[in-house]
């Protein structure tokens, strides 16, 4: 899996042309969907291209139809699907107290409460039921998966570079006959 771009923040990424005067799809990340506009700045991944949106309307929650200067036709829209747009992490305000940005969890340190190693956070996932830290194990091997909620994961300090993994207890897959 690749990391995000050093000092940057994905804010979006775009999708399938949209009709043939140029619009594309765009799927934005920002709480308020429409926000994505307001950001002057907007690169992709590597930071090498700029892009400037002249216009956005909603396709559904979080899907937006854009009209991205220097864009005129449906080739030149097709050309933009999956591009994903960035903007420096300086330009973003400070998250308010138990809010983080995604970019500033990957590689935080895993550990137990009594500081014994677990991994290193790779991935923020969300599959719809809420969001999931995905650890690479310090061992090696396959992904560990927890919930990002203040039980499980009752300490995210960013400035020290961890957050603490209070793993939930198993749940036995067998029926209480009692």
Same mark, same amino acid.
């Given at each position: 899996m690749k990391g995000p771009a050093k000092g940057r923040v994905l804010l979006g990424r775009f999708g399938a042309a949209h009709?043939?005067?140029g619009e594309v799809r765009l799927q934005s990340f920002t709480s308020d969907p429409l926000a994505i506009a307001a950001y002057d700045g907007l690169t992709d991944k590597s930071g090498?291209?700029?892009f400037r949106l002249r216009a956005l309307r909603r396709q559904g929650k979080d899907m937006l139809v854009a009209q991205v200067e220097g864009v005129d @036709?449906? =080739?030149?829209?097709e050309a933009l699907n999956r591009i994903e747009l960035y903007v =420096?992490?300086?330009m973003l305000p400070a998250p308010e107290e138990d809010e983080f940005y995604i970019a500033d969890?990957?590689?935080l340190r895993a550990e137990t409460p009594d500081g014994e190693a677990i991994g290193v956070v790779v991935a923020v996932r969300n599959f719809g039921a809420g969001d999931i830290l995905e650890i690479a194990p310090a061992a090696g091997g396959e992904s560990l998966l927890y919930p990002f909620t203040g039980a499980v994961v009752p300490v995210v300090d960013i400035a020290q570079g961890r957050v603490v993994?209070?793993?939930p207890a198993e749940v036995? =897959?067998?029926? @209480?006959?009692?």
């Open positions: 009709g043939v005067r090498t291209r700029n @036709d449906r =080739a030149g829209a =420096a992490r300086e969890l990957i590689g993994i209070t793993p036995s =897959a067998e029926p @209480d006959l009692h």
